[in-house]
């Protein structure tokens, strides 16, 4: 029996667009035509189209995860009076399972807890349910559920707490 291959290494660095371009862009557009979602690039995804943007240190980052030299993973985050919430967490199909997703998700909650923040917040389309068994292997718990208005597809969503204190 061959051994199993190891997945490739990846990276995560702060996006910059000299060097990742669209690459965000391009890995939301394929998360959500994989899940037939409406894609919208002049509209509620203009900020991964503008991360440097929509994400203006310091109560903001944006960054990405790297196979080689392609983008293949995204996060963001807000933060405003102690409470730092997740965005844009997204994988292509081929790299879950590999942790990048957990890496991407360990990057925002270490730069919630530098920042000061005492609890941190995410909302995820409930269909999304990979993204939801890694929140709960990171300790974040359901809050409530709603329709996000902004979303061209008004999809339900969990939101989700995690205390950072």
Known sequence: MAAATPPPPFRLEPYDRARHGHGPALVVESVYREFRFTWQPDGYHWDVLHPEKAYPPPDHFFDVALIGDEVVGTIGGSAKDGVAELKR???LDRCRGLGIGHALADRFVAWARALGCTRAILWSDKRFTDAHR?????GFRVMS???CEEDPDKSPEWGYTLDLA
């Open 145 to 147: 559920e709603r329709i």
């Open 89 to 91: 967490l997204y994988l």
């Open 134 to 138: 890694l929140y709960g292997k990171l």
